[in-house]
């Protein structure tokens, strides 16, 4: 059964550095997603992306994050200057065009720690 | 999205057929009723969408009302895998944007 992964499957930074999450979506798919849950909270939606540009972006996507299919089959999700609050687990999801809209398929996630 | 209330929590048996119920009175034409599962430390996981009825496949049944202001999640036999976050969405099922609003779920714990 396809998925879709994640790496690393877990990022420990210092605060202040660039960190890229990666995601492979799975392989036909068009429509991605990142989303975070910090520790005990809610998942939140953070942005979608279809067709080489952001759909939708939440209040918490600011200029310090960006995402980017660099290739045909990666996703990437950087954080230009990570902070504190920014520890989280990062998870990635995809869908096709002939599912419903809801049915998303998520990655196992990236644990980033920021220190 | 339509507003979904659901229990923050519930606890059951092994071998025990447990039913969640979400209520969403605001329910528009057009939404569809889909539930996730989230296990401890993994990402959601799309379980069942249905739209009237019911509906059922390999993981659970998802029984819904003439009305749908409601639905219900039903697990048959639960094992202590089944422990983890149930989570009741309700939306249009062909949004453009489609980005999915968690809220805070129903947490399922199975006991031996």
């Known amino acids: 059964e396809p998925e879709v992964t994640q790496t690393p499957s877990h990022q420990v930074t210092q605060m202040g550095q660039e960190v890229i999450l990666r995601c492979v979506p799975i392989?036909?798919?068009?429509?991605f997603y990142w989303y975070r849950q910090i520790l005990g909270q809610k998942v939140e939606f953070l942005v979608s992306?279809?067709?080489?540009?952001?759909?939708?972006k939440s209040e918490i996507f600011d200029d310090q994050f960006s995402v980017e299919r660099p290739d045909g089959s990666n996703f990437t999700l950087k954080i230009r200057s990570t902070k504190l609050e920014d520890s989280a687990m990062y998870f990635c999801?995809?869908?096709?065009?002939?599912?419903?809209?809801?049915?998303?398929?998520f990655g196992p996630g990236t644990r980033l720690t920021v220190t | 999205l339509a507003k979904t209330t659901q229990p923050i929590s519930m606890d059951s048996y092994e071998g025990q057929e447990v039913n969640i119920t979400c209520s969403h009175n605001?329910?528009?034409?057009?939404?569809?009723i889909t539930w996730y599962q989230q296990f401890p430390s993994q990402g959601p996981r799309f379980i069942i969408q249905?739209?009237?009825t019911k509906v059922t496949n390999e993981v659970a049944s998802l029984f819904i009302p003439a009305d749908r202001k409601s639905s219900t999640l039903s697990l048959p036999r639960v094992s202590l895998s089944d422990t983890a976050v149930y989570y009741c969405?309700?939306?249009?099922?062909?949004?453009?944007?489609?980005?999915?609003?968690f809220g805070s779920g129903t947490r399922l714990s199975i006991r031996p």
């Open positions: 999801a995809s869908r096709g065009t002939s599912g419903s809209g809801y049915e998303q398929y």
């Open positions: 392989s036909n798919h068009l429509y």
């Open positions: 992306f279809y067709n080489n540009e952001i759909s939708e």
């Open positions: 605001n329910i528009a034409t057009n939404d569809y």
């Open positions: 249905g739209y009237k």
């Open positions: 969405l309700v939306g249009r099922r062909y949004s453009s944007a489609s980005k999915i609003i």
